[in-house]
């Protein structure tokens, strides 16, 4: 009999489990009655009752499994350590409050099986319910990516996908300790299929997702998967030395033939500031890559396992 594994990212989602696994199994049981399956919820580190609840569940349900993690790690280990732990031969990622709708899994099931795609994946066509502005950085955010990416980035994609073992595997072969999973699945590649559906609003609970957060996420995509921005500040330097070039030439020129009477200050301040700005700007660049670097060549484990059902 073939297997499915869940993966469900949990981060404070005490309210959002139950629900969860009500509505997963509901569907598991409506839908998929010749298939065998398994949860494995990942508590990243959760500050709530989070794990008592999933131990709760793994007490009633031999299907359900988990890992516990010593601290918070954030969604991209949790849902790494969800995909090396999982033995099904598909695996799908979820999101804990129910976000992305169990109900379309049979649809993405059979997708896979008689359409021969390795991986289907979910896009939010709207983003109702969001903050505008959050939407306006998003939107602003993949157009920049994807202009400087060689590996496109599809816009309104969510981590919601089922994935054969290859392509598992394949993602889990990609070890590196930054990771942004939009582009490690890019990176992988295989035949994917895109199925669209509307935003849904959270069960219970709240985002755990600040602005600062996604800032903070959206460099890392763009350092990840890109070194464009190297090259722009190589080439804003290299204009620079040009005009700075030109400049000098001219008042060379203008010298010889007019004198030298002193004036231009508040315009030379003016230049010295803005150069100075520049360059730190591609300093500051530069550095983002290098602590990036840093931090990678270190070898720390992108996660620590406190517990699993396991361990007991
Ligand atoms: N999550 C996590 N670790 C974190 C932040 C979030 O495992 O550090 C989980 C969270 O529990 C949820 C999923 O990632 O299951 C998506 O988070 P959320 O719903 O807050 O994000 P949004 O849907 O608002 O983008
Ligand atoms: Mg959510």
Redesign the pocket.
Known sequence: MEKISVV??????EK?IPLFYKEMERVRKKDFKDIEFEYIF?N?GSEDTTIDVIKELNKKDKKVRYISFSR?F??EA?MYAGLEASEGDYVTLM???L?DPPSILRKMYDAIKEENYDVVGTRRVTRKGEPKIRSFFARMFYKIINKMSEIEMVDGARDYRLMTRQVVDSIISMKEYNRYSKGIVSFVGYKTKWIEYENIK?VAG????SFWKLFKYALEGITAFSTIPLIISSIIGLIFCLVSFIIIVFIIVKTLIFGDPTSGWPSLACIIFFIGGIQLFSLGIIGQYLSKTYLEVKRRPIYIVKETEKSK
């Open positions: 469900i990212s949990c981060y404070n989602e959002s990942v990243d918070n954030g969604k949790a999101d804990a409050d976000q959270r709240e985002t755990k997702w």
